[in-house]
């Protein structure tokens, strides 16, 4: 059977440093792993996936325009989800 262990979406990790890099922005939503996760799969649904086998292959494609074009669009996504996720939160707990 073919190993597809290496193949994964290049936005993952991309993601999850930028969860970790605004979670102090948004301290009700960091105090909690939970909330953390949710941040994370709101922000990888906004994206266009990017399957990969080697980062190295996928930053070798891409343009510097398209590099700054992902990055913006990767921290956009991933805040828009910390305020989706406090809401729903918030939401939540009043009801």
Do not use: K, W
Request: proline share 3%; net charge negative; with cysteine.
């Amino acid at each position: 059977m073919t190993d597809f262990t290496s193949l994964h979406n290049h936005h993952e990790r991309e993601v999850f440093n930028e969860v970790v890099a605004q979670a102090a922005d948004f301290p009700d939503v960091a105090g909690n792993e939970g909330l953390l996760v949710d941040v994370a799969c709101v922000a990888l649904n906004r994206l266009p996936p990017r399957y990969i086998r080697h980062q190295v292959d996928f930053a070798f494609y891409l343009t510097e325009s398209e590099r700054l074009e992902m990055n913006v669009a990767i921290r956009d996504a991933v805040s828009y989800a910390f305020n989706f996720v406090r809401a729903r939160s918030a939401l939540r707990s009043r009801g």
